[in-house]
T-cell receptor, first 114, second 113 residues
Framework: EPEVTQTPSHQVTQMGQEVILRCVPI?????FYWYRQILGQKVEFLVS????????KSEIFDDQFSVERPDGSNFTLKIRSTKLEDSAMYFC????????????FGPGTRLTVT | AQKVTQAQTEISVVEKEDVTLDCVYE???????LFWYKQPPSGELVFLIR??????QNEISGRYSWNFQKSTSSFNFTITASQVVDSAVYFC??????????FGAGTILRVKS
């Protein structure tokens, strides 16, 4: 069964460093998403991406964040200058289309900022 | 504004007991979609079910069943004859027009043998 994959599974970085989290969505999916989950808290939407542009973003997704689909398979989230409060599990998701289709999530990347 | 409330923070049951996880949502839209996801200890989010606001039929899938009631804005999830492998965090989520899922805080289910 096709699945969303994410690399790395765990990333440790120092405050102020840039990180890039990578995702490979399910191959025939057209919509891509990033969510985050701070330890013990709810899952929060960051951004959605369709047709090579951001279609929606939350207030969390400020200028420190960017997304890109550099080729036909990868979807990346870049955090330009990490802060301690960026420590979280970051989930990539994809869906075959927009509403109403369900989003399938990857296994997550745990980001630890020290 | 969208809101999803899962009032049960944690539930513990003994194997083979039935358990119901509650979900109450708030929305101004007449068309919306509700979801349940499971997050096992390994951490991934596993899609379980999607429900459209215009379809109030209850659904059963094996030991899982879902009760959607628009009158009370609830979308509850029942596991029949629970098993240890059901131990996980269960999230209810809402989607209106737009792309984002709004998640509830989750309910931790512990099933003891």
């Amino acid at each position: 069964e096709p699945e969303v994959t994410q690399t790395p599974s765990h990333q440790v970085t120092q405050m102020g460093q840039e990180v890039i989290l990578r995702c490979v969505p399910i191959s025939n999916h057209l919509y891509f998403y990033w969510y985050r989950q701070i330890l013990g808290q709810k899952v929060e939407f960051l951004v959605s991406f369709y047709n090579n542009e951001i279609s929606e973003k939350s207030e969390i997704f400020d200028d420190q964040f960017s997304v890109e689909r550099p080729d036909g398979s990868n979807f990346t989230l870049k955090i330009r200058s990490t802060k301690l409060e960026d420590s979280a599990m970051y989930f990539c998701a994809s869906s075959v289309s927009g509403i109403p289709y369900e989003q399938y999530f990857g296994p997550g990347t745990r980001l630890t900022v020290t | 504004a969208q809101k999803v409330t899962q009032a049960q923070t944690e539930i513990s049951v003994v194997e083979k007991e039935d358990v119901t996880l509650d979900c109450v949502y708030e929305t101004r839209d007449t068309t919306y979609y509700l979801f349940w996801y499971k997050q096992p200890p390994s951490g991934e989010l596993v899609f379980l079910i999607r429900r459209n606001s215009f379809d109030e039929q209850n659904e059963i899938s094996g030991r899982y069943s879902w009760n959607f009631q628009k009158s009370t804005s609830s979308f509850n999830f029942t596991i029949t004859a629970s098993q240890v492998v059901d131990s996980a965090v269960y999230f209810c989520a809402l989607r209106e027009y737009g792309n984002k899922l709004v998640f509830g805080a989750g309910t931790i289910l512990r099933v003891k043998s």
